[in-house]
Structure formats: structure tokens, C-alpha cells
């Protein structure tokens, strides 16, 4: 960890929770989470969006003057896949009360949601200074690791940008 530094560093003021960027994830979220619920009771199983919501950030969200956006495209990435995941949660455990004969009420599923969103926040919030910062560089997130690279060549743009497209 004594090498490490992150990519935007502390003395750098750059926009983040912004409201261009939460409403805009929370539309993907809502877009994708519709057809990962789709998806699931079609098939029987989901795919992430993580990555093509973290494409459709980098396009949406320009740069203004020469300012990096790369936090406002992680909030929107952040945000449209926490949506498309809780989304996902529900419509595998939602079924499974109702084979428990548990009645189908939409107060219920609503709170089941907000249950779970609320417990995966709170149990990720004491591993991430594990996971995230003294884990950096040796535990493999394939798909974490594809997000920051979409991120960082959206923010370098030209080439590199357009082979993310």
C-alpha cells in the first residue's frame, strides 16, 4: 500500500454528488433494473449493469471547460447498478415468500427492497476500508476493475474513449 495512489488525489476539488449525476443514475438504475426484472422472470437469471452503465455515464455527462467529471461518472455508475441490483434482489426473493404463502402486497415488497438496500449499504460501509483501499491491487474484481477502466479512458477521451464505445 505504500505505493499506491489514487487516481484523483486529495488536493483536487472535482464535482461529485451532483444532481445531473444522481438523477441521471437513478434513471439507468430504474431503466436497467426494469429489464433485470425482466430478465428474471423470463430466464431465471440477471446480468450486471454495471458496465454499460458506466458507458452510458462517460457519454452523457460531458466535461465542461476542461473540467474531469470521472466523480460525477462514478456516482452515475454507482447509483444505476445499486438500483439494477436491489431491483435484482427483490425479484429472487419476492417469489420465494410468496411460495412461503406470504401475501403479495406492494407496502411488503416495497419494504423488502428498502430492508435490503439498506442492509447491503450497512454491511459493505465496515469492509470497505478492507476491500476497496487495503485490498488495492491484490483481490480480483473483473467487474470493478472493467468499470474504472471505462471510467478513466471516458475521462482521458479521443481514441481510447471510442474503443469503449
Keep these: 500500500m505504500a505505493g499506491f495512489r489514487p487516481h484523483i488525489g486529495p488536493e483536487e476539488a472535482l464535482p461529485e454528488l451532483t444532481a445531473r449525476a444522481l438523477i441521471l443514475g437513478a434513471v439507468l438504475g430504474i431503466v436497467f433494473g426494469a429489464a433485470s426484472t425482466y430478465l428474471a422472470l423470463r ?8 458496465v454499460p452503465i458506466a458507458v452510458l455515464a462517460v457519454w452523457a455527462i460531458k466535461r465542461r471547460n476542461g473540467e474531469r467529471a470521472i466523480l460525477e461518472h462514478n456516482i452515475v455508475q454507482t447509483t444505476g447498478s445499486a438500483g439494477e441490483s436491489v431491483a435484482a434482489a427483490v425479484v429472487f426473493s419476492v417469489p420465494a415468500l410468496l ?37 488495492h491491487g491484490t483481490l480480483r474484481y473483473p467487474e470493478g476493475k472493467a468499470c474504472a477502466e471505462i471510467l478513466k479512458a471516458g475521462e482521458k477521451g479521443g481514441t481510447s474513449a471510442k474503443k469503449v464505445f
Design 43 to 50: 430466464v431465471g437469471l440477471t446480468v450486471s449493469a454495471s
Design 99 to 135: 411460495f412461503l404463502g406470504w401475501p403479495l402486497e406492494v407496502g411488503l415488497t416495497t419494504l423488502i427492497a428498502i430492508t435490503g438496500g439498506c442492509l447491503g449499504v450497512l454491511m459493505m460501509v465496515p469492509l470497505r476500508r478492507y476491500l476497496i483501499v487495503k485490498e
